[in-house]
């Protein structure tokens, strides 16, 4: 009996795995623009790789903010993360945030189940419930930790659904869920803190737009999919 039940526990974990591979599956990319205060400022892009049992997702985001000809913020950075049997498995990033360098290296160990982080912000080790911060992964509305992909640094996070939305992006109108993302620890800098509003569209399985307040209103807004 015992044996059963555990066949059938196996079963059903298989199934959740692959079903999750499948949200992805045939996916190639998913282009974002970045707007601040309405104003499209850069990009955030994804790229999907499909090798057998395994998905490589390389991520390109550019942006700047200009005020009266200065550069007064700016992103550039690449980063790449390799799934195996729908298990994160590494995960590298550089990043040149107002030209300070910031990296992540990520890798899961076998012998203690967990990933071990060397960032520029924190080096250890951390839980496999933990998800790389980055909006093409839809894991990230049921995650309850999520992993800078600029610097490693863990975030707790609370995650709440706060209703449905009609959106029109580039002319097409979607019907969203609406979710709000937020740091668990309040007491955190404004600077560091998360505080986000996440549109998700069930029949895509994709992010469509992600809002927040910070030095102006910004948004991460899907351009396009394929």
């Known amino acids: 009996?015992?044996?059963?039940?555990?066949?059938?526990?196996?079963?059903?974990?298989?199934?959740?795995?692959?079903?999750?591979?499948?949200?992805?599956?045939?996916?190639?990319?998913?282009?974002?623009?970045?707007?601040?205060?309405?104003?499209?400022?850069?990009?955030?892009?994804?790229?999907?790789?499909?090798?057998?049992?395994?998905?490589?997702?390389?991520?390109?985001?550019?942006?700047?903010?200009?005020?009266?000809?200065?550069?007064?913020?700016?992103?550039?950075?690449?980063?790449?993360e390799i799934y195996e049997n729908d298990k994160l498995i590494h995960f590298k990033s550089n990043t040149f945030q107002n030209n300070k360098e910031k990296y992540v290296r990520l890798n899961y160990d076998e012998s203690s189940t967990k990933f071990v982080i060397d960032g520029s912000s924190y080096k250890g080790k951390a839980e496999i419930n933990c998800v790389i911060g980055n909006w093409w992964n839809h894991r990230i509305l049921k995650a309850k930790k999520q992993i800078s992909p600029l610097s490693g640094s863990i975030k707790d996070q609370i995650v709440t659904p706060t209703g449905q939305d009609y959106i029109v992006i580039n002319g097409k109108k979607y019907l969203a869920d609406r979710f709000k993302l937020k740091s668990k620890d309040q007491t955190l800098s404004k600077d560091k803190k998360l505080d986000f509003d996440i549109w998700y569209n069930k029949e895509n399985n994709l992010i469509l737009k992600v809002s927040y307040s910070r030095?102006?209103?910004?948004?991460?807004?899907?351009?396009?999919?394929?």
């Open 1 to 80: 009996m015992k044996k059963y039940i555990y066949i059938l526990l196996l079963v059903f974990l298989v199934s959740k795995a692959h079903s999750h591979n499948e949200h992805y599956q045939g996916l190639k990319k998913i282009e974002m623009e970045v707007l601040r205060n309405g104003n499209v400022i850069g990009y955030s892009n994804y790229f999907f790789e499909h090798k057998g049992n395994k998905l490589e997702v390389k991520n390109y985001t550019k942006f700047k903010v200009d005020l009266l000809g200065v550069t007064i913020f700016s992103i550039l950075s690449e980063g790449l």
């Open 215 to 226: 030095m102006g209103n910004w948004e991460y807004r899907i351009k396009n999919f394929e």
